[in-house]
């Protein structure tokens, strides 16, 4: 079972996947401009929130690829045609990693927001955007080192936008790159 909010309807899938701070509520005002443009959205919370369950449950954030992996064939076999995913930080990580373990076809498009996978990044399927602030940073230092890192490595069909800024990953739609960051998810999930 996956514990999501689903909006709009129709056959392009997408799944949101929130950043460790967030939770599937915070992705409301950018599914309803996905649903604007086309899609259906499902945003899912984490089994680490206490609110999935499944056979492959663990404790804490072990295992949130099977989440995923969960919201995008639920929404395969609820009639989306193609099924992408953007997730953010954790969810970003989340995202790629069950990326890496999907069936070929089984994700078309992956936005990554201020993510990277521990996995092999090569192994990521579909076509793939990475975003970042500029300036984006914790206590292990800068953040775009690491994700350019795991961008250089994935396969093509691959793009990397970095955004002004220190703002991280859902932080980004609150400012003044917030318009131009949902500008860029919807014009890669919707290019032929």
Do not use: C
Not at 28 to 44: D, H, N, P, T, Y
Not at 148 to 153: D, H, I, M, S, T
Request: glycine share 12%.
């Amino acid at each position: 079972m996956v514990y999501a909010d689903i909006y709009g309807q129709g056959e392009r899938g997408i799944v949101l996947a929130h950043g460790g701070r967030f939770n599937k509520e915070s992705w409301e005002k950018q599914a309803q401009e996905l649903v604007k443009s086309g899609f259906r959205v499902m945003a899912i919370d984490f089994r680490g929130y206490g609110q999935s369950r499944g056979p492959q449950s663990k404790s804490g954030f072990e295992g949130v690829e099977y989440d995923v992996l969960a919201a995008v064939r639920y929404l395969h076999k609820t009639g989306a045609k193609t099924v992408s995913i953007i997730g953010a930080s954790f969810g970003g990580s989340a995202a790629a990693d069950a990326s890496i373990l999907a069936e070929p076809g089984e994700i078309d498009r992956l936005v990554l927001l201020a993510a990277w996978t521990g996995g092999p990044p090569e192994k990521i399927k579909g076509r793939k955007l990475f975003i970042v602030a500029r300036d984006d940073a914790n206590d292990d230092g800068p953040r775009l080192p690491k994700i350019r890192a795991n961008y250089e490595k994935a396969a093509e069909p691959k793009e990397l936008v970095i955004l002004d800024g220190s703002a991280h990953a859902q932080f980004l739609f609150a400012t003044d790159q917030g318009e131009r960051l949902m500008h860029e998810i919807v014009r890669f999930l919707s290019e032929p």
